[in-house]
């Protein structure tokens, strides 16, 4: 709900940005044009768009995100974008399973529609006025190039949010599915981990997570089948960026080890950027999460020098 008394949205984000309802609502009217369009390469290859909303609509976002959007429950399973939730709580979902299936959602964010909103809002937002809806549509969806809502953007700080609220039932079926098969579910934005102590039928599993899509969402949100992937103990297996070993722990993998410490070397010896070491610092936070007696082993070989002196909590 908008609020206790069923606020107007333009009202509540009037009154929250300090602004008034017609610069609210200004704002709003062109909200699907108002983002700066890029492009950064992914690591699989080609280019991900991005498209940043300006300051304006950016700040409307928020509170829309933080008032309305908020108290809207998202799926235990669904372990990205939420209080509490990680990457490695992700990966630790499947550390002592055999075999482990991965899955990936076709161009993920863009192919949350505004109708799947509308569909939403009908159910979830009873009390809302078609003028409340608009807003809402016009304020957090992007209009590629185009002054009307259609798909949500890779960019926008509320997208993460809406799409974890209208993946909820999806997330519900496949949590019980699985549960019933003995099976471990869970979905870190776009991609889709399921695991088992024993084994996996692919294909039948593809086919029930398809057609749930079909029903649910009319084919609109469909399955990459190029990114589909299967492990087992014999090869390294990876969740999210995170290995897990044979003996059910988690790994920041050799690789990536490698990384860290010869960028530590660097920072040491005085030769790394102002931006790697910003990348630096995020390596290690992450390391420090997920495997934290590496951290405890650079700590102890190269002392608290550089960015080392950074790191709390350990050694």
């Given at each position: 709900?908008?609020?206790?008394?069923?606020?107007?949205?333009?009202?509540?984000?009037?009154?929250?940005?300090?602004?008034?309802?017609?610069?609210?609502?200004?704002?709003?009217?062109?909200?699907?044009?108002?983002?700066?369009?890029?492009?950064?390469?992914?690591?699989?290859?080609?280019?991900?768009?991005?498209?940043?909303?300006?300051?304006?609509?950016?700040?409307?976002?928020?509170?829309?995100?933080?008032?309305?959007?908020g108290s809207q429950p998202v799926h235990s399973a669904a372990t990205a974008y939420?209080?509490?939730?990680?990457?490695?709580?992700?990966?630790?979902?499947h550390a002592s399973s055999r075999v482990i299936l991965k899955l990936d959602f076709?161009?993920?964010?863009?192919?949350?529609?505004?109708?799947?909103?509308?569909?939403?809002?009908?159910?979830?937002?009873?009390?809302?006025?078609?003028?409340?809806?608009?807003?809402?549509?016009?304020?957090?969806?992007?209009?590629?190039?185009?002054?009307?809502?259609?798909?949500?953007?890779?960019?926008?700080?509320?997208?993460?949010?809406?799409?974890?609220?209208?993946?909820?039932?999806?997330?519900?079926?496949?949590?019980?599915?699985?549960?019933?098969?003995?099976?471990?579910?869970?979905?870190?934005?776009?991609?889709?981990?399921?695991?088992?102590?024993?084994?996996?039928?692919?294909?039948?599993?593809?086919?029930?997570?398809?057609?749930?899509?079909?029903?649910?969402?009319?084919?609109?949100?469909?399955?990459?089948?190029?990114?589909?992937?299967?492990?087992?103990?014999?090869?390294?297996?990876?969740?999210?960026?995170?290995?897990?070993?044979?003996?059910?722990?988690?790994?920041?993998?050799?690789?990536?080890?490698?990384?860290?410490?010869?960028?530590?070397?660097?920072?040491i010896c005085g030769g790394i950027l102002a931006e790697e070491r910003q990348k630096?610092?995020?390596?290690?936070?992450?390391?420090?999460?997920?495997?934290?007696?590496?951290?405890?082993?650079?700590?102890?070989?190269?002392?608290?020098?550089?960015?080392?002196?950074?790191?709390?909590?350990?050694?």
């Amino acid at each position: 709900m908008p609020s206790d008394d069923c606020v107007p949205l333009p009202i509540l984000c009037a009154r929250s940005a300090g602004l008034t309802v017609l610069e609210v609502l200004s704002i709003a009217r062109t909200g699907p044009l108002r983002y700066k369009v890029y492009n950064i390469p992914k690591r699989s290859g080609g280019l991900r768009v991005i498209c940043q909303p300006s300051r304006e609509l950016k700040a409307l976002q928020y509170i829309l995100l933080q008032e309305v959007l908020g108290s809207q429950p998202v799926h235990s399973a669904a372990t990205a974008y939420k209080k509490g939730a990680s990457i490695k709580n992700n990966a630790a979902a499947h550390a002592s399973s055999r075999v482990i299936l991965k899955l990936d959602f076709k161009d993920f964010f863009n192919s949350i529609t505004l109708e799947m909103w509308r569909m939403y809002v009908s159910k979830n937002y009873t009390t809302w006025s078609d003028e409340d809806f608009w807003f809402s549509a016009r304020v957090l969806f992007y209009g590629n190039r185009t002054i009307f809502p259609k798909f949500l953007s890779i960019g926008a700080p509320s997208s993460p949010k809406i799409a974890n609220m209208l993946l909820f039932d999806f997330d519900s079926i496949l949590h019980m599915y699985c549960r019933e098969r003995c099976d471990n579910y869970t979905r870190y934005a776009d991609d889709i981990t399921i695991s088992s102590s024993g084994y996996l039928v692919i294909d039948e599993i593809i086919d029930y997570i398809s057609k749930v899509l079909e029903r649910d969402f009319g084919g609109g949100l469909q399955l990459n089948n190029s990114k589909t992937k299967l492990f087992s103990r014999s090869a390294a297996r990876r969740i999210t960026g995170v290995t897990l070993s044979n003996s059910g722990g988690l790994s920041l993998g050799r690789e990536r080890k490698r990384l860290i410490s010869a960028m530590i070397h660097r920072d040491i010896c005085g030769g790394i950027l102002a931006e790697e070491r910003q990348k630096l610092l995020g390596l290690l936070a992450f390391a420090k999460d997920v495997e934290p007696s590496f951290v405890a082993r650079m700590l102890n070989k190269y002392g608290r020098i550089g960015v080392l002196s950074s790191i709390k909590g350990i050694g």
